[in-house]
């Protein structure tokens, strides 16, 4: 298997600079192209110092156009909305951590997962599979990892005085863990919780893409690497008619009727543009799940991950938020929690005139939230931490999740993952694969990421032979490596059409 799919290599995955470049014009980038050098502190206003305000008078007109016709139904969805968060943050701080569903990889592999973990997953929109893969062998990668990490004394992390967060891409270990086959497995399950309005979309669930991101070995005592509630996948795009707008995603919250909103419809994601400001480390892959694989035994409080998991009301809440404003303000505006006088829909109003203010939105960075700007969210209660998890344990939250993690890790081990999303094949994905090929080939950092030299210089980096070594086929073809094979078994013809369009993205036709 390892020589067929080492000569399948060799034909398909176009090994030199120079042939990459010969291929269809969304195959291929230069060097020129890269974004400015940064790290993970670029992505978010709060790690890089820049304090929230209002944004180019622009947004007022964005805003207003976008609810224009539908003020009154807006304002009556806004009062609805309030109510049913009340009731549901009480249930979450009831339930606490156990709040977040559990499933193990061998249920997913055996198709014996329950209906009771499916209605749950859809409901909060985040999850743990258990065991995806063995301990030991996780374990492992780690010692890997600290090995590659030592040999190249020159690998950018942050802090730089404390390393905790590193812009590596291309390790050994990174590139093992994305094309495990127990992952895929594991991948292609969480994407098929996502539907289409349209069956010719050009969108393929069954096979998952990777999205070469960076990985996290926090150590006890780190406070710096203290990320509070954001979501991922750009900010002031959510409102802008060229961001998310060009596909309607989020159109039920627009006239007013958030209720209607199906956070798991894939069709209008399709034609979304997540990275309207070229930020460092903003996404332009339709990531349909956040993930990390854990390289550690953690638990809440000790460097890990805290979700709320609300999903569609905390979406529809963070996006409607802008266009409210309190009569009254709180008695004590630094307060983590508010009196209800001043949470009760009867003291919030429609802004009389749009303002510029997007709460917690940066072009260039990741939205934030917090307290001051979204107090109906509760987030200093609502934000729950993950149940403890071991290595081989693999976290997903969908895209629109809100997440954080621990301000300080008080615990006594290193808290390590490898963020690792779930990606379906789309054709714009396809695209963006292709670009990644390239920065693997080099060992650049990958296209959304900070420039720079990344690990072209990095002792023991895998080639593509290395990877074809180990790597399973949809492993190969998962990174843009092999080309998909448009005639197996079992395929719709929009799955067929988005294998042809994405094998030509990746010039393979």
Known sequence: MASALLNAARRHAIPSTARHIRTAATAATSNSTQKRAGDISDAFASLSGQEFKPLDPSYALLKKNLIAGHEDTVRASWERLLKTLQQEISTIVALGSDVIPEVEYSDIANAQVSKKFEEEHRKRGVAIVRGVIDEKEVLGWKEELREYIRRNPHTKAFPSDNPQVYELYWSPAQMRARTHPNLLKAQRYILSFWNSRYPSAHVSLAHPTAYADRLRMRLPGDARFALGPHVDGGSVERWDPAGYGRGGVYDAVWRGSWEEFDPWESSGRLDAVSDLHAGVGACSMFRMSQGWLSMSSTGPFEGTLLVNPLLAKATAYYLLRPFFTPKKPPVDPTSEVFEPSFLDPSNWIMEPEPSSWVQGATPGRGQELSAALHPHLDLNRSMVHVPRVKPGDYVVWHCDTIHAVDKTHAGSTDSSVLYIPTCPLT?????????????????????????????????????????????????MRALGLLKWDEDAPGLSSGERATLKKANEALGFA
């Open 427 to 475: 054709v714009e994905n396809a695209k963006y694969l292709s670009r990644q090929r390239h920065c693997f080939l080099e060992g650049i950092p990958s296209p959304d990421f900070g420039g720079g030299e990344g690990e072209s210089r990095h002792v023991g980096r895998h080639t593509v032979e290395d990877v074809a070594s180990y790597s399973g086929p949809e492993g």
